[in-house]
């Protein structure tokens, strides 16, 4: 068996984002890397939809989970600006990566949806890490092993959130009659 040659590259064109992309998949990794300074939110979302514009991005997965919350102001934009030119876009695939505690952006991004729901000609999914997200959009490609290790490499493991409340949980016993 001859090894398959990989075609994956990370961009670090837009200082905001960590990207990752892989041409024969068509697959665009996005993750937010500004910490909680947004900024520049708009500028790199603009140069983020250029530049998936320009690789003819077919699938794409943006990790909502690594994104501060968003402002109404932000809501805004993206929903006047920013979706016209997605729904316009060659996207197949669409994963949202969102913990169900972010529920601010869960939200935001249900309401940018329902409000381009009769244009939007892409399947779009939520998962809670980016793993099976990718799984999904690749359709568990032999690939994908090598997309996860570089990305690993370069970003460290993937640690999922908590599943638990950061606070301890109350100890209940049953009292004693």
Known sequence: MRPIPLFVVIITSISDFSLQYDEPLGLLRVEWASGDDM???????????????????????????????????????????????????????????????????????????????????????????????????????DRLPALLAEWAALHGPAIPPASAPATPRPLYRPHDS
Do not use: C, K
């Open 39 to 141: 900024r520049t939110f708009r500028t790199s979302a603009t140069e983020l939809l250029q530049l998936s514009q320009q690789l003819g991005v077919r699938h794409l997965l943006l990790n909502m989970n690594t994104l501060p919350d968003i402002s109404v102001y932000d809501q805004v934009w993206l929903s006047t600006d920013w979706m016209a030119a997605v729904v316009n876009s060659p996207l197949e695939r669409v994963v949202l990566v969102n913990h169900r505690r972010r529920v601010h952006n869960q939200l935001a991004i249900e309401s940018l949806i329902a409000q381009a729901r009769r244009s939007i000609r892409f399947d779009i999914q939520y998962f809670p890490q980016p793993g099976p997200g990718l799984h999904w959009l690749s359709d568990y490609s």
